[in-house]
Each structure stands twice: as structure tokens, then as C-alpha cells.
């Protein structure tokens, strides 16, 4: 159970800044949730003149707040937008038990599909579709986290914008648009108008390219695992051909389209339960009021290598193979700098019970990491703005990101607006319903994300980058030659061996080891490393490699052991089979 479900079931009023990258504020009275939805929207530029300080701290007498009879939380009717941790209200178009249906409020109404596209305003009445059921979500647009985007499916078909955006097929989600619906589509075959709306298909197409305006053009040589959202991996062979990841060659993890922001009018908030007014800082505030850090860092996705688990039994998630990992130097300026000399430090009586520090992102992404993490001088989180010298690129965070080294990629949250000290975890759906472990026995069906652990720390990685699979290596000497592969541990923990082998893990031989000569305890970049393996014969070769960290952990032999039904944390050896050929045939073969 989740701790704001906890909260509202203690009939107590959660914190605010809860709502996972949403601008508002629910509250509890009895068995009544109060629901003020605030501005500006997510998708609006952000005017420094404008603060949601008033909304947080409104109290519950405001006259805009919308009434529920049920405390029910569900993950949010986004559209592909973005989500929010919603609570159901009343709903004047949709029937209550209680009621006399109208003709067009009972779900057993038929609607042609020409009724639907005429229902494209407030003043109509906004209704979408999907399979064939048909929906009212008229008062649900005023508190859609997304604002009036949601209107690029109004009086068409949902179905498009649900099957890109795959975090709505929750049942928690599904249940929440049928409390809107109002009855059914009529069969094609009966439908008179359907010939006439057949234009819908292009319609819809024309509101997702819309939806992705704002999405920049990205390197040709990344491998794209995903268009809409955009998630690319940077090609494995180039990973160890610079230590540290060119900008557009770093691997590119968006859940959502990327958000327009005008820079002009930016504004970050810090906020904290003893806070009485959050405070707003501009980027120009960032840049010109803190001392500037510089920290070589990687970054690695969860699902990195989630193909090969994948290939040893079937998981859920984006087919990566080696490449959803990057190194990189970020400019930026200390997360703990930030929040103390804007808010000061955490009072002697919040001291035990500030726990988590979130992170709010302005197209309606959240996370939370620890705040002994966020608030340690030796944890080295920064709020950054530049990556490799230059501005940070738009799909890297622009203006600002959060960084946090050593941890899951997911937690260094991209177009950072908010920053919340409380004492729960973010209620993200990124925090409580995604990036988390389980067991190799639990299905997606068993898998319990009320009771698993988010996970922050990494376990130690190693892959091998060259030769890829299938190619050959060269021998020379009787050795296997040019093998070539990276090694990262997550916590700072930095890399102390790298174990090579070409026979399937028979025999071993320690790689050199390229460090990034970071200090103790704070090595948040990766190793690159290469080895010479001796080898008996010519042909068919298994190269493996295992790592091992400063801990002494060590990576697992197989992915049995790591298994688990979502295809996070992989750290099994990296295998690769290639042809071993001495280095004149090769020459000669090229």
C-alpha cells in the first residue's frame, strides 16, 4: 500500500506536491476528497510570476474545490499526456446509483459515430471512444494534468493515443474511464455515419504529431527501441570508443513527449512541509546564485540488457540490448546548496521524519530518491544545466535536470519544475507502479508493487562492446585480441577487476582497466576496460566477462537467478559469440 493510500484510508490529509506531476492539492474531510486542481498547466510555459504556493497552502473552504462521495485513486486518464494520481468526483454526466438515467446517460445507449464527433467542446460536451464504448470526459478535462491537450482526442477514438502510451492498461485506469461512460457505438455495418467519419484514422494521426511537435531530431546512428515516445539506445560498438558519450550519442529514455518550455519564464520551486511560502528560483537564479560543480557521471536505464533476459524468457519492456547506458560531465549546481539556502535546513523536528526528496517534471513525470542521498555533500546531486560543455539537449532535461549519480537513470528527472521535501516517496506512477524487482517466481499477475522496493542503487554491470555478436577477433600470438567492453556499479562503488574469458567461463583472464579516476566511494562514472585472452584453436568462441565492484560484489553467473517478470536489473556475465581468426586472414578476408 502505497503511503498516500495509507494516508487517505487514516482519514488524514496528505502532503502536497503527492500528486505526481501535478500542480495541485487533495484533501480529506471524513470520507469526502476535496480535489483543486491548480495552475499553470504542465504544458504551458511557466511564468515566474505565477506560483503555486497559494494552491498548496489553500485551506479547505475554497469554493473551487470539486467534492467526492468515494476516495478512490486511480493512475490518471492521460491520454499520453501525462499522469496524475486522481480521485474520482462527481460526475454530472454520468449517471449515480441513486438517479433516474436519461436516455443518453444510460450505458446502454447507442451512439452514432457522427454524435461522437459533433461532442467537441464544453459547450456540446466532450466525448471520446474507445473500442466501443463511448465516454463523457467533459468535467474531467478541467483537471486533466495535461490541460486542454487532452482535446487533440476529443470526439475521436482513444485507442491511438493509449496504445503508445502502454502505463494506462491498468485496471485502476480503465476503471476510472468507465465511471464516464454514457453507452456504446453502433456496429460499422449499422452506422450511417460511418462512411463519412472514416476520416478519423488521419484525424487522430494528425493530434499525435502534434502531441510530439515539441520532440527534437536525433542522431540517425541511435538504435530506436521506441518512436513515440522516443527511446533510443546509443549503438553498443560505440559505447567504448570515448569514454565520455557524445550528446547526441547518448541514449535517450522519454516517457512522455518532450515538454515546451519557455526559458525566458522557467521557474523551479523547492517546498517542504514547514514551509509556509515555496520558494521560486529562475535559471537564472540557478546559474548566477550557486557555485557551479562539474561531475562525470553514467547514466544507466533499469531495463539495460532487458533483450537478453528477454531471449532467456519472456519479460515485459523495451527490447535494449547493451546501449541504454551513457557517461557523461554535467554542469549543474549541488541539489543540497539549492534546497538549503532557499529554504534552509531541515528543522530539528522534521529531522526523522523527512525522508524522501522528490522530483516533479514538467511534462508530468515524478520520482523521489532518499533524502540522505539528496541532502549528503558527498552525494554529489546536482540540479544541472549543461552536459558536456554545452546546454543541456532537449531530450536530455532542457533547462534543467536533476542528476542523481550512482542511482537508476529514472530517478535523474528531466525538465525538473518542482522539488518536494516530504516524507513519503513520490506517488508517481514511476515510483509505485514501475522500477521495481521481483522475484523469479512472480508473474506480472503476482508481482506486488505495494510491498517491492524502488529501486536507486544499480548492481554492478559489465558488457562486452567489441567484437559484437557474430563478428570476428582477431588472434595474434595465440591470444584473442582487441576484446573491448565497459564495467559500472551503481552507489558510487568503483570497478576492481573485470574477468574475460572466450570459452564460455572455463578460464579467465583480468582485463586492463581504463578508470575514471574518481575518488573513493564517489566513482559514479563507468570503467572501460580490454583484454588479451589467450585461446587454444581458431573458430567458434563464447566470450564472457564478469565484474566486480570495490563491495566485491560480483555479477551472477546466469539470468535464471536474476529473472524476474519485468526485465529490470539485469546483471547476469555478458556473453558474445564470435570467430576467432589470426589477424592475417582476417586482413586478408577485409
Known amino acids: 500500500m502505497s503511503a498516500l493510500r495509507r494516508t487517505l484510508l487514516k482519514g488524514a490529509s496528505p502532503s502536497p506536491g503527492t500528486l505526481f506531476g501535478h500542480r495541485g492539492l487533495v484533501s480529506v474531510r471524513g470520507t469526502r476528497v476535496l480535489y483543486q486542481p491548480s495552475t499553470p498547466s504542465l504544458f504551458r510555459p511557466f511564468s515566474s510570476s505565477t506560483s503555486t504556493s497559494a494552491t498548496s497552502k489553500t485551506t479547505h473552504s475554497s469554493s473551487n474545490w470539486i467534492k467526492s462521495s468515494t476516495v478512490q485513486l486511480s493512475l490518471g486518464l492521460g491520454l499520453g499526456i501525462s499522469l496524475a494520481a486522481l480521485y474520482s468526483y462527481s460526475n454530472p454526466h454520468a449517471p449515480s446509483q441513486t438517479e433516474t438515467q436519461s436516455p443518453k446517460q444510460s450505458k446502454q445507449s447507442l451512439f452514432t459515430r457522427g454524435d461522437v464527433r459533433s461532442h467537441t467542446t464544453k459547450e456540446t460536451g466532450i466525448w471520446v471512444t474507445s473500442n466501443d464504448g463511448v465516454y463523457d470526459i467533459t468535467d474531467f478535462v478541467d483537471i486533466h494534468p495535461g490541460g486542454e491537450r487532452i482535446l487533440l482526442a476529443a470526439g475521436h477514438s482513444i485507442d491511438a493515443f493509449w496504445a503508445i502510451f502502454s502505463l494506462h492498461n491498468s485496471p485502476e485506469t480503465k476503471e476510472l474511464l468507465e465511471s464516464y461512460r454514457i453507452g456504446n457505438l453502433i456496429p460499422a455495418d449499422q452506422d450511417p455515419t460511418y462512411n463519412a467519419t472514416r476520416d478519423d484514422q488521419s484525424a487522430i494521426t494528425s493530434a499525435l504529431e502534434r502531441l510530439f511537435e515539441n520532440d527534437p531530431i536525433r542522431d540517425p546512428l541511435l538504435i530506436s527501441r521506441s518512436d513515440r515516445p522516443c527511446n533510443a539506445e546509443t549503438p553498443p560498438e560505440l559505447l567504448t570508443r570515448d569514454f565520455v558519450t557524445p550528446n547526441n550519442l547518448f541514449f535517450v529514455r522519454n ?91 531541515v528543522p530539528k523536528e522534521w529531522a526523522d521524519k523527512i525522508k524522501h526528496v522528490q522530483f516533479h517534471g514538467a511534462e508530468g513525470y515524478g520520482a523521489s530518491i532518499p533524502s540522505h542521498k539528496a541532502l549528503d555533500p558527498r552525494g554529489d546531486c546536482l540540479l544541472t544545466f549543461a552536459m558536456n560543455g554545452s546546454p543541456l539537449p532537449k531530450d536530455h532535461g532542457w533547462p534543467v535536470r536533476a542528476l542523481v549519480p550512482g542511482h537508476v537513470a529514472a530517478r535523474s528527472v528531466k525538465w525538473v519544475t518542482k522539488i518536494t521535501l516530504a516524507e513519503d516517496e513520490s506517488e508517481s506512477h514511476w515510483q509505485q507502479r514501475d522500477y521495481k524487482g521481483f522475484g523469479p517466481s512472480k508473474t506480472l499477475e503476482e508481482s506486488d508493487y505495494s510491498t517491492a522496493v524502488s529501486i536507486q542503487e544499480m548492481p554492478v554491470q559489465s558488457c562486452v562492446t567489441v567484437p559484437q555478436p557474430n563478428e570476428t577477433v582477431p588472434v595474434v600470438e595465440g591470444r584473442a585480441t582487441g576484446i573491448k567492453g565497459f564495467a559500472w556499479s551503481g552507489g558510487g562503488r568503483g570497478i576492481v577487476r573485470v574477468d574475460v574469458s572466450v570459452d564460455g567461463g572455463k578460464t579467465w583472464t583480468d582485463a586492463k582497466l581504463t578508470r575514471p579516476g574518481q575518488e573513493a566511494g564517489k566513482e559514479w562514472a563507468w570503467t572501460h576496460w580490454e583484454a588479451s585472452v589467450p585461446v587454444t584453436k581458431e573458430g567458434p568462441v563464447e566470450i564472457v566477462c564478469k565484474a566486480v565492484d570495490t563491495s566485491y560484489n560480483e555479477q551472477p553467473r546466469d539470468m535464471e537467478s536474476v529473472y524476474n517478470v519485468r526485465g529490470v536489473l539485469v546483471s547476469a556475465w555478458h556473453r558474445v559469440k564470435a570467430e576467432a581468426v589470426k589477424k592475417a586472414e582476417q586482413e586478408n578476408a577485409k
Not at 280 to 293: A, G, P
Open 255 to 345: 516517457h512522455l513527449p518532450v515538454p515546451e518550455i519557455d526559458v525566458e519564464e522557467y521557474t523551479l520551486e523547492i517546498d517542504a512541509p514547514w514551509v509556509k511560502n515555496p520558494i521560486t528560483l529562475t535559471l537564472k537564479d540557478l546559474q548566477r546564485k550557486f557555485e557551479h560543480h562539474d561531475v562525470m557521471t553514467t547514466l544507466q536505464c533499469a531495463g539495460n540488457r532487458r533483450k537478453e533476459m528477454h531471449d532467456a524468457k519472456p519479460v515485459k519492456g523495451l527490447q535494449w540490448t547493451q546501449g541504454a547506458i551513457s557517461n557523461a560531465i554535467w554542469t549543474g549546481v549541488l541539489l543540497k546548496d539549492v534546497i538549503e539556502q532557499s529554504i534552509g535546513p
